[in-house]
């Protein structure tokens, strides 16, 4: 594999460096100070997990747990240079963070709040559940360079790639260490190439080794995505992360246009992957650890017509492990699939079908900038290690968003969601999430800087 890596990071870089007959980015740089841009998001958010049968770990007993919530206030900060005038143009970057809890507040198992580490007797860093933090604070800069239009950036970034794709689904971004290459040389062609060796996970504040087992050694990525043209879309991408996993992705999309301006859009995704034995997994069926693989694909087919979309999607997991993502320090939104809820319908060969229908309320003309999706999807077939051949899960998804339009607080959004999630008892909490009523409420507010 490591030969392989070598060669198509070759190939990445050599066409990085071929010169095309569209315009250079580099070529059109405005300066350092110019081009330059910073933000600050305010972001207010809470979410509270009802578990309705839970299994107590120590005790074996099942009962319900009403406080599983999670309540904070972030401001996260992005400021970001512009690239210096010359054939090859540089800049910094500086990304980051400051929370505080609101309220006593002392869960942390929705990786919204971090915890200190766990310390034995002795002062020694062990496994184990630490306080959670009042206040914390977190972050890094960067540099980068741009030659013509290929973009090289080394340091602290929030990434966005199928196979490491960094959680922003919290208080906090996820943020990864290293070096990513980014080439649009070829025009509908966007090529990356990087290697990172930190993972700061959306609930931790420190880069260093976890003793409870979630670090990062080293991660190299590839891959590349290209339009052939207005309606179709292709990807794929690779990973390889030392002593953890390796793991390939693949996309086809395509918009069919329909008359009165409606479409029909036909999506393609799918994961292989193989686990080393150093990985973290769950729902096995096999003793060997180092033969656990897992394919996973989805098919989904979407019908827009004014401000109605519906969409069909079957999702379907085989191997001998399920599909498992983040607790190798992958990336904690590392799953680009139609069937990802608060539950993923990841289970050891499950099946899953969804039905969801959104209404943009703007076309509507009733109140522009709200939207509402609800989705309900139904897993069945879940292997279970010398249990069941056939658990089942389900979940019914809704989810209210209001983003002002206009004014002073323009862009400034609020983001209600539910889930209401069951399973069955073969698959409950010691095998996956357990029955689960879950809120989560976020007021994003965004104030631009320069």
Do not use: C
Not at 104 to 131: C, F, H, Y
Request: proline share 2%; aromatic share 12%.
């Amino acid at each position: 594999m490591l030969n392989a890596q070598k060669l198509t990071l070759a190939v990445l870089i050599s066409a990085a460096i071929i010169s095309s007959a569209q315009a250079s980015e580099q070529s059109e740089a405005k300066g350092f100070v110019e081009d330059a841009n910073g933000s600050i998001l305010f972001r207010t958010g809470y979410i509270s997990r009802d578990k309705t049968n839970y299994v107590d770990n120590l005790t074996g007993q099942v009962k319900q747990v009403k406080d599983t919530s999670s309540f904070a206030q972030s401001a996260i900060v992005n400021l970001d240079s512009g690239f210096t005038q010359g054939i090859v143009g540089f800049g910094v970057g500086v990304v980051g963070d400051g929370s505080f809890k609101i309220g006593e507040n002392k869960n942390a198992g929705n990786q919204m709040i971090p915890r200190e580490t766990a310390l034995n007797d002795k002062g020694v860093p062990t496994k184990g559940i630490g306080d959670t933090y009042d206040h914390w604070a977190r972050g890094g800069a960067n540099v980068k360079a741009r030659f013509s239009n290929t973009t090289v950036r080394y340091g602290t970034q929030v990434l966005d790639l199928p196979v490491l794709a960094s959680n922003t689904g919290r208080m906090v971004p996820e943020y990864f260490t290293g070096t990513l290459l980014t080439s649009h040389e070829i025009k509908n062609l966007e090529l990356v190439a990087g290697k990172f060796t930190k993972d700061q996970m959306s609930d931790r504040i420190n880069t260093d080794a976890d003793v409870n087992g979630n670090s990062l050694d080293r991660a190299i990525v590839w891959g590349g995505k290209y339009k052939f043209n207005d309606n179709l879309n292709a990807s794929y991408y690779g990973l390889d992360s030392k002593n953890k996993l390796e793991r390939h992705y693949a996309n086809v999309n395509f918009k069919q246009p329909l008359t009165n301006d409606s479409s029909l859009t036909y999506d393609f995704s799918g994961y292989h992957t193989k686990f080393d034995e150093n990985a973290i997994t769950y729902s096995e069926t096999t003793d060997d650890k180092s033969n656990r693989k897992n394919n996973i694909w989805a098919i989904s087919t979407s019908y827009n017509t004014g401000p109605h979309n519906v969409m069909v999607a079957y999702q379907q997991n085989t191997g001998n492990v399920g599909y498992d993502y983040g607790q190798n320090a992958d990336g904690f939104q590392s799953i680009y699939l139609p069937n990802s809820y608060m539950s993923d319908f990841i289970g050891n060969h499950e099946k899953s079908a969804q039905i969801q229908y959104s209404l943009d309320f703007g076309k509507l003309g009733v109140l522009p900038g709200l939207n509402w999706t609800t989705a309900f999807v139904y897993g069945w077939d879940i292997k279970v290690k010398n249990v069941t051949d056939d658990a089942q899960e389900h979940e019914f998804f809704n989810q209210v968003k209001y983003t002002v339009q206009s004014g002073f607080a323009k862009d400034a959004s609020l983001r209600i969601r539910n889930s209401y999630y069951r399973a069955s008892d073969a698959y409950q909490n010691g095998n996956y999430i357990g029955d689960t009523n879950e809120w989560r409420i976020f007021l994003d507010i965004p104030v631009k800087l320069f």
